[in-house]
T-cell receptor, first 107, second 116 residues
Framework: DAKTTQPPSMDCAEGRAANLPCNHSTISGNEYVYWYRQIHSQGPQYIIHGLKNNETNEMASLIITEDRKSSTLILPHATLRDTAVYYCIVGYSTLTFGKGTMLLVSP | GAVVSQHPSWVICKSGTSVKIECRSL??????MFWYRQFPKQSLMLMATSNEGSKATYEQGVEKDKFLINHASLTLSTLTVTSAHPEDSSFYIC????????????FGPGTRLTVT
């Protein structure tokens, strides 16, 4: 599976948009981009995934660059409950978790 | 939808004993289930992948005779830690991929194992 690079931590004010970047320059043609998050001491939660096109669901939006070498997860209106470690993963059917980005949403 | 449960949520056992952890998909059929381990302040590490009715595929470095995985039905997989030792203490998490959309894995809440 391709490797991803994410900033170790980010801060966001409550109510503002949180934009979490991810680099995956070695992604191959059939690999998807997945985003999961893990709140402390809980199992990870699926957020969104995409292949080439931008995607949006009730939780977030995923923007994938045209060359697919990077992507951005957007939480449009961050809340305190969005504080978690966010993992960007590229692959097909198995997930290899990196260190992720610790997002801290503050009042 | 897509709820995965684990039982127990936490367990304390003595060194040398065996512990069984159950993972159930409650509202969908899971053809594939995954078992992960997470040590404190570290990321999840995939231990094995199991398909219903087949033998599990273990990741490199994971002892298959120590971590027994059974996936006997489309809604249940079990992980048995045999002859547990203190170094096996960890957070064990399962996930399940449904038949209709195998790209999404749904995770259980995890099981905290402490071996004394």
């Amino acid at each position: 599976d391709a490797k991803t690079t994410q900033p170790p931590s980010m801060d966001c004010a409550e109510g503002r948009a949180a934009n979490l970047p991810c680099n995956h320059s070695t992604i191959s043609g059939n690999e998807y981009v997945y985003w999961y998050r893990q709140i402390h001491s809980q199992g990870p939660q699926y957020i969104i995934h995409g292949l080439k096109n931008n995607e949006t669901n009730e939780m977030a939006s995923l923007i994938i660059t045209e060359d697919r070498k990077s992507s951005t997860l957007i939480l449009p209106h961050a809340t305190l409950r969005d504080t978690a470690v966010y993992y960007c993963i590229v692959g097909y059917s198995t997930l290899t978790f990196g260190k992720g980005t610790m997002l801290l949403v503050s009042p | 939808g897509a709820v995965v449960s684990q039982h127990p949520s936490w367990v304390i056992c003595k060194s040398g004993t065996s512990v069984k952890i159950e993972c159930r998909s409650l509202d969908f059929q899971a053809t594939t289930m995954f078992w992960y381990r997470q040590f404190p302040k570290q990321s999840l590490m995939l231990m094995a992948t199991s398909n219903e009715g087949s033998k599990a595929t273990y990741e490199q470095g994971v002892e298959k005779d120590k971590f027994l995985i059974n996936h006997a039905s489309l809604t249940l997989s079990t992980l048995t830690v045999t002859s547990a030792h203190p170094e096996d203490s960890s957070f064990y998490i399962c996930s399940a991929a449904g038949t209709r959309n195998s790209y999404e894995q749904y995770f259980g809440p995890g099981t905290r194992l402490t071996v004394t």
